[in-house]
């Protein structure tokens, strides 16, 4: 059981990518899914969040209106679109999967209890 994501790469300012983070041996059933970054230095910060069970969505202010979290359930795939990226994006994306992450009106930003955690994809975004 675990999470691969994809799609990290270099991209400039104003350009998009879209990560993907699939499920090996997981049913997303009552999960919540959330894409998460890290930049050197800094700590993690929840940039949004899926429920599977509601189908609510929730964003982290800085990128609202620019990313896009959604599900294929087909192929058991969570994506991250993420459009007009900006050089304060570049970090190493995340996603994670816990019942307790967000639901039909809650995201617990910040939980540390996550059932399962991907490796990781790397974006960069410069000129």
């Known amino acids: 059981v675990q999470l691969v994501e994809s799609g990290g790469g270099l991209v400039q300012p104003g350009g998009s990518l879209r990560l993907s983070c699939t499920g090996v041996g997981v049913n997303w059933g009552e999960l919540a899914i959330g894409w998460f970054r890290q930049a050197p230095g800094e700590e993690r910060e929840d940039v949004a969040c899926l429920s599977a069970r509601h189908g609510t969505t929730y964003y982290e202010d800085s990128v609202r209106g620019r990313f896009t979290i959604s599900m294929d359930n087909a192929k058991n795939t969570v994506y991250l679109q993420m459009n007009n990226l900006k050089p304060a994006d570049t970090a190493v994306y995340y996603c994670?999967?816990?019942?307790?992450?967000?639901?039909?009106?809650?995201?617990?930003?910040?939980?540390?209890?996550?059932?399962?955690y991907g490796q990781g994809t790397l974006v960069t975004v410069s000129s």
């Open positions: 994670g999967a816990d019942a307790h992450l967000c639901g039909e009106n809650y995201w617990r930003p910040n939980y540390k209890y996550l059932e399962l």
